[in-house]
C-alpha cells in the first residue's frame, strides 16, 4: 500500500514538474538567429610577384620656367600590379526574439520527446532549464524582444583578391602622337570665357605657353586644366591654379588650391547669373515703360484725331434717330443701316431698322449695298423726291473712319 502510494506521489511530482516546466517555458522561451557581417579590414598581404598588366597612360607634368614660361612634360606610364590578399574581420551579430506562449509550449514538448530531455543537456536553448539570456520586452504591445550582440572573430576572416600598382615605369612617349587640350578658367570673372587651347606636343613631348599673352591683366589666379590623349592609350588630365606673382607666375598643385579656385569659379559665375538676372529684369522694366509710353502716345494721337474730326464727341445711334435733320450739322454719330437706293458709286440712300431714310457720302470708298455699321458727320439736309412725286428731306452724313476704340457718347 506504501509502495503504491509512493510510486503515485513520485508520478503527481513529475507530472507538477512538468507543468512548472512547461509554465515557466511559456514565459520565457527564446529562439537565436545568427549573422556574419564584414568588418574592417585587418591585413594585406602580397600574393604574388609584380608584373606589367600592359596598361599604359599619360601623365602631365607642368612647371614654371623662367617667370612667365608654362611648360607642359607629357610622359606615358606603364602600370606593374602586385596581386594582394585582403583579409577582413567578420562581426557575428546574435538576434534573440521571445515566443509567444503557445508556441514555447510545442516547442518544449517537442524537445522532451525528440531529444528525452537531452537537449537541455545539450544546450539547446535552455541550459538546465534556465534562459541562456533574460529577454525582457522592450514595449507591452509587442510579444517579443530583440537581443544583438557582436564580436571580433579574426581566426574566421574573410578574403579577397586584389591588386595594387607598384614601381610604375615613366618613359617619353612620342609627340607626333599627342593631342593635348589646355583650358584656362578665371576664378574673379563670371562672365569671361575660359582661354583654350588644342594641338599637339613639341619635340619630347614637349610643349610651352606664354602667360603673359594668354593670361589678361586683372587676372591674379585662373584653374589650368591640360589634357593629353592618344589612340589605345588611357588620357591623361591634370588640374592646377596659375597664381599672378609680382615678378611672374607660380604654379598651385596642392588639392587644396585646386578645390579652393573651383569654389571661386563657382560664386563668380553665380555672381555673374545674378547679375544677368538683374539686368535682363532692369531691361524688361525699361521695355515696359517704352511700350507703356508708345501707348501713351497712340492713344493721345487717337484722341487728338478723334477730337478733330468729331469736337463734340461721338453720339449713339439713338442720337441719330431722335435728331432733326437740320440739327445734326457738324456732329459725328454711330450709323447702322442698309442700303435703300444707290445715286452713285459712293452715295446713297440707307434705311435704318426703324424705318428712318439717311443720306451717305463715302466721299473715295463705295457705298456698300448691303448693312453698313460705322461712323458719320453731319453736313446738312439732303432733298429728293421719291417715286410718287413727294418732296423728303432727310440728315446728309459724310461716313468718316475713327480710330478704335471710339469714345463713348457725351451727355
Not at 120 to 129: I, R, Y
Not at 259 to 268: E, G, H, L, P, W
Not at 297 to 306: G, M, V
Not at 344 to 372: H, I, K, V
Amino acid at each position: 500500500m506504501q509502495s503504491h502510494r509512493h510510486r503515485a506521489s513520485k508520478w503527481s511530482g513529475a507530472l507538477l514538474g512538468l507543468l512548472l516546466l512547461s509554465f515557466g517555458t511559456a514565459c520565457t522561451h527564446t529562439t537565436y538567429k545568427t549573422e556574419i557581417r564584414r568588418g574592417d579590414l585587418v591585413r594585406t598581404t602580397p600574393a604574388g610577384n609584380p608584373a606589367e598588366t600592359g596598361k599604359v597612360s599619360l601623365d602631365i607634368r607642368p612647371s614654371i620656367r623662367g617667370q612667365n614660361t608654362l611648360a607642359l612634360d607629357v610622359t606615358s606610364v606603364i602600370e606593374r600590379h602586385r596581386p594582394l590578399r585582403r583579409e577582413y574581420e567578420q562581426n557575428r551579430v546574435k538576434h534573440q526574439v521571445s515566443l509567444k506562449p503557445g508556441d514555447a509550449v510545442v516547442g518544449e514538448l517537442a524537445n522532451l520527446a525528440v531529444t528525452l530531455g537531452l537537449g537541455h543537456l545539450l544546450f539547446w536553448d535552455w541550459s538546465l532549464g534556465l534562459p541562456k539570456v533574460l529577454c525582457l520586452p522592450r514595449s507591452k504591445a509587442r510579444d517579443g524582444c530583440q537581443y544583438t550582440e557582436s564580436a571580433r572573430a579574426l581566426d574566421e576572416s574573410e578574403e579577397e583578391q586584389g591588386f595594387e600598382i607598384v614601381d610604375p615605369m615613366v618613359s617619353r612617349s612620342r609627340s607626333e602622337e599627342i593631342r593635348l587640350g589646355l583650358k584656362l578658367t578665371s576664378t574673379k570673372h563670371g562672365n569671361r570665357e575660359p582661354v583654350e587651347w588644342s594641338g599637339g606636343a613639341g619635340s619630347q613631348g614637349l610643349v610651352s605657353f606664354d602667360l603673359q599673352k594668354l593670361v589678361p591683366d586683372d587676372e591674379s589666379r585662373l584653374l589650368l586644366e591640360v589634357t593629353a590623349h592618344r589612340t589605345g592609350t588611357e588620357d591623361g588630365t591634370h588640374s592646377s591654379v596659375i597664381a599672378r606673382k609680382s615678378d611672374g607666375f607660380a604654379l598651385e598643385t596642392s588639392e587644396s588650391a585646386v578645390v579652393s579656385a573651383r569654389k571661386d569659379i563657382d560664386a563668380a559665375r553665380e555672381a555673374w547669373s545674378l547679375e544677368l538676372a538683374r539686368r535682363e529684369a532692369a531691361e524688361k522694366e525699361a521695355a515696359r515703360k517704352v511700350a507703356e509710353e508708345r501707348s501713351l502716345q497712340q492713344e493721345r494721337a487717337r484722341q487728338r484725331r478723334i477730337a478733330k474730326l468729331c469736337p463734340g464727341g461721338v453720339y449713339g445711334y439713338l442720337d441719330l434717330t431722335r435728331s432733326n435733320p437740320y440739327d445734326v450739322k457738324g456732329k459725328c454719330y454711330e450709323f447702322i443701316g442698309s442700303n435703300l437706293q444707290t445715286f452713285s458709286r459712293s452715295r446713297a440712300l440707307y434705311n435704318s431698322q426703324w424705318g428712318d431714310t439717311y443720306y451717305l457720302d463715302f466721299a473715295e470708298a463705295s457705298a456698300p449695298r448691303g448693312l453698313f455699321h460705322g461712323y458719320t458727320k453731319g453736313v446738312g439736309v439732303f432733298e429728293y423726291e421719291t417715286v410718287t412725286g413727294a418732296q423728303r428731306v432727310v440728315p446728309s452724313l459724310l461716313v468718316v473712319e475713327l480710330p478704335d476704340p471710339v469714345p463713348a457718347s457725351p451727355r
